[in-house]
């Protein structure tokens, strides 16, 4: 069993940053690829960003060059950080642990809501 803890969400200036966190409980963080989606209201849930355990990451096209992923595998943590937000990065964001090995489940954290408004 893993347990995801989000934090780090919050309101911000467009233009801020912000840097979530999500850590992870067990011993078995590096069996997984983590990731950052977001959900806005109306909207499906989407990928933000993704990072294997060996530091491989990917973006969605809308973050790319403004957000970065970064995982601590020591710390069983990953991180978001945002730079250069816009109102439409306003949603709410979950950590996501998604198994390299077929026969592990999935995990999903509770979610923080990130709001960027003047």
């Known amino acids: 069993q893993v347990q995801l803890v989000e934090s780090g969400g919050g309101l911000v200036q467009p233009g801020g940053s912000l840097r979530l966190s999500c850590a992870a409980s067990?011993?078995?963080?590096?069996?997984?690829?983590m990731g950052w989606y977001r959900q806005a209201p109306g909207k499906q849930r989407e990928l933000v960003a993704a990072?294997?355990?060996?530091?491989?990451?990917n973006y969605a096209v809308a973050v790319k060059g403004r957000f970065t992923i970064s995982r601590d595998n020591a710390k069983n943590t990953v991180y978001l950080q945002m730079n250069s937000l816009k109102p439409e990065d306003t949603a709410v964001y979950y950590c996501?642990?998604?198994?390299?090995?077929?026969?592990?489940?999935?995990?999903w954290g509770q979610g923080t809501q990130v709001t960027v408004s003047s």
């Open positions: 990072i294997t355990s060996g530091g491989i990451t």
């Open positions: 996501n642990a998604h198994p390299t090995i077929p026969t592990m489940p999935d995990y």
């Open positions: 067990g011993s078995i963080f590096r069996f997984y690829i």
